[in-house]
């Protein structure tokens, strides 16, 4: 008789065959979910603050607005947020450097073919375009009388196409974010994607 | 420089730990609460504002919960184990990518532990599953 028992722990034994036969289908499954979501076939909800450089060759949205809004834990950095109900993204690169305790800096750099996400909300603290084109753009203060504002304005688009254009978002949140063609890069020191270096 | 543990004490740590599948139920806490610590340092002003942040809150504390359904009722790890084991696979899309991957590892392997755990045979214990 064979006892397939394995002492793993203190608190009780562990088959290594129940280990196994769990193990599988959990990695299986996480295998076709990446290689789905690398492939474009399976959205990724994500909602974060990394600092991230982003240099994108097209960019364009439909459903924006934007706002002048405080960035940083307790609103310490002006920073401009923006809504969009969808937006694309061509190829893409971005940039995120960490400053690891014994490893020192990390740079991790992402090349994106084609992405797109909905409900999409950054709040940047700086972006420049080389070019943008606006249609059904609108400008709205709120005001209590008609030579007072009262508020911080707001500025939003139906549509906008920007091309050549350098982000750095401070914080982001979307519904869904469908990638195609990532390519994912980790190098030592602080050197990323320079300005037009995405493919 | 060690702690000394008062021998009863220590034997009643021990009786409880052996009950029950320990690891797999601090495993699934962890990662349940990885994928929550990843929302809330992350999103900074954002903090409970889209899909992935409210669902790495959910996913998380329904985590944490079979991890300690797995301590509290070891006889329900089939159930704590297949549950935990779903919610780590929504979590890979749902939030963060699984906690950037660590949370994810951190309840596969947890729930894989539950649902492999074998109790003691013990004689006082006739009906305990085979």
């Known amino acids: 008789m064979i006892d397939n028992s394995l002492a793993v722990t203190d608190g009780g034994r562990t088959s290594p065959l129940r280990f196994a036969l769990a193990m599988v289908p959990l990695l299986g499954g996480a295998g076709v979910l990446l290689a789905g979501s690398a492939a474009g076939a399976v959205s990724v909800a994500f909602a974060g603050e990394v600092p991230v450089t982003v240099h994108a060759a097209r960019v364009s949205a439909s459903g924006v607005s934007a706002s002048p809004a405080g960035s940083g834990h307790g609103g310490l950095l002006p920073a401009l947020a923006t809504r969009a109900e969808h937006a694309t993204v061509e190829d893409a690169c971005v940039t995120s450097t960490a400053h690891l305790p014994v490893v020192g800096a990390v740079t991790a750099v992402v090349h994106i073919e084609r992405a797109s996400a909905s409900g999409l909300t950054v709040q940047a603290g700086k972006a420049t375009a080389r070019s943008v084109k606006l249609s059904g753009a609108r400008f709205t203060t709120p005001r209590v009388a008609l030579d007072q504002p009262t508020g911080l304005f707001t500025v939003g688009a139906k549509n906008v196409s920007a091309g050549t254009v350098t982000t750095q978002p401070n914080a982001f949140t979307a519904g869904t974010i469908t990638s195609r063609g990532v390519t994912i890069d980790l190098r030592e020191g602080t050197a990323g994607c320079e300005r037009g270096a995405a493919r | ?130």
């Open chain 2, 1 to 130: 420089m060690t702690t000394v543990m008062p021998a009863g004490r220590r034997s009643r740590w021990r009786g409880w730990r052996q009950g029950r599948p320990f690891v797999a139920g601090l495993l699934l806490g962890l990662g349940g609460l990885e994928l929550i610590c990843v929302s809330w340092a992350g999103l900074g002003f954002l903090r409970f504002t889209g899909t992935a942040g409210a669902a790495s809150w959910a996913l998380g504390a329904l985590i944490v919960v079979t991890g300690m359904t797995t301590w509290h009722n070891p006889a329900l790890r089939f159930f704590s184990g297949v549950l935990a084991a779903v919610l780590s696979l929504v979590s890979l899309v749902a939030a963060n990518l699984g906690g950037l991957l660590l949370g994810f590892l951190l309840t596969a392997v947890g729930s894989a532990l539950t649902l492999a755990w074998v109790p003691p045979q013990t004689p006082s214990s006739p009906h305990e599953e085979h």
